[in-house]
Nanobody, 115 residues
Framework: QVQLVESGGGLVQAGGSLRLSCSAPGSIFIMGTMGWYRQAPGKQRELVAAITTGGNTNYTDSVKGRFTISRDNAKNTVYLQMNSLKPEDTAVYSC?????????WGQGTQVTVSS
């Protein structure tokens, strides 16, 4: 059972910052597009940001200019730097690794932004 391990969630005031980390086994990380999804209570899960093996990134409009996704291939880890957080960013954030064979998920980490 492949497992992605996330860390970095927590409680922060509006305007603050958090950095999420997600590590994956090297055998899948090296060939996977890594993504961060979030799901707020009563809402559908949405893609927040993704980064390909080549380093190309994409973001949902609501986080552009505030969040940055990056990957460290030497550490098999993807990061999501979240700045200028807003209460509407409150959600469970989950890491995702998508390869040509299948998709893997982390267990999720709670991010709560207080106003």
């Amino acid at each position: 059972q492949v497992q992605l391990v996330e860390s970095g969630g927590g409680l922060v005031q509006a305007g603050g910052s958090l950095r999420l980390s997600c590590s994956a086994p090297g055998s899948i990380f090296i060939m996977g597009t890594m993504g961060w999804y979030r799901q707020a209570p009563g809402k559908q899960r949405e893609l927040v940001a993704a980064i390909t093996t080549g380093g190309n990134t994409n973001y949902t409009d609501s986080v552009k200019g505030r969040f940055t996704i990056s990957r460290d291939n030497a550490k098999n880890t993807v990061y999501l730097q979240m700045n200028s957080l807003k209460p509407e960013d409150t959600a469970v954030y989950s890491c995702n690794c998508r390869t040509i064979f299948t998709t893997y998920w982390g267990q999720g980490t709670q991010v709560t932004v207080s106003s």
